[in-house]
């Protein structure tokens, strides 16, 4: 009878141990998620990564989890990994906004990736080199995400600059700007929407339209690099309008605020060149070739070729 009381109390405190386990896995999980939350907030991708896989291996329902874990790869731009993760996020609460956000911009980036890697492929060129006809490219699942978000909140910015991104794609240049127009309403201080308006206005020969939103951008953005290429797209407006003299002013504060923005530098040289300010204009072109990478080599031939014009306008004079 007592041996029997033992076998029945052993096996009563073994279902206990099976029963806590899952409270165990799922508390162990949450201890992880919160370790990748911390090395995510300090820019400790890999960490975050290694972090959040194993809070998902312990609780595959931990929304959190996936969600950060997209974040990560996104952060990385590994594409093809962000979505993955972000659908097991969808998987648990597929009506979170955020999460349709991040997933719609992932799904869209991942889309690009693999144009420029197959055409790539296809020039027998470096990625980087590319820059991919996205026209035939099937955004829907990208875009019905978007939308989902926005129906939810009109002044989510990203996703409207998202979707804008998408439209302008497709070659749908009217929806496009309202787009990247109700991202610059919703957030002001986002510099992309008003560079992509920008370029749409240069695109239909309304130079002046474009000058008056990327100057609206030029007040209100704060970062240096996205600031940078504000004044690059400034400059080619008024490039356009063949008023190099402030031309050469916004290019010149482009490269104030991002020596690396290269093709800054190549369009000055243009807009000396124009001038008729040769000295400039070789030394801009000279500067670019040595220090542009490989996605700008088509510009380097073609600042060559200046450069051989100026040596023959100089010896000539």
Known sequence: MARLLVTKLVMVGALLVVAGCPNQAKHEAIKRANAGAKALSQKQYDTAITEFKEAVRLDRDNFMAWYQLGESFREKKAWKEAVESFEQGARLRPNDV??????GAALYEEAVDRERQAEATRQKKKPEEITPDLRAVNFDSSLQRLETAV???????NAQYYI????RDQLKDAQAADAFTKAILAWPRFGEPYIALGELYRRWDYPNEAI???????EHVMENETKSKLFYVLGMAYFDKVEDSKAISAYTE???????NHKAKFQRGQSHFRMGQLKEADKDFEEFSKSAGPALSSLKGIAQKFRFQIAAKQQGG
């Open 98 to 103: 955020m999460l349709n956000v991040r997933f």
């Open 164 to 167: 804008g991104r998408i439209y």
């Open 212 to 218: 008056q939103v990327v100057s609206q951008g030029v």
């Open 151 to 157: 129906k939810s909140d009109t002044n989510l910015y």
């Open 254 to 260: 482009a490269l104030k605020l991002s020596k690396d």
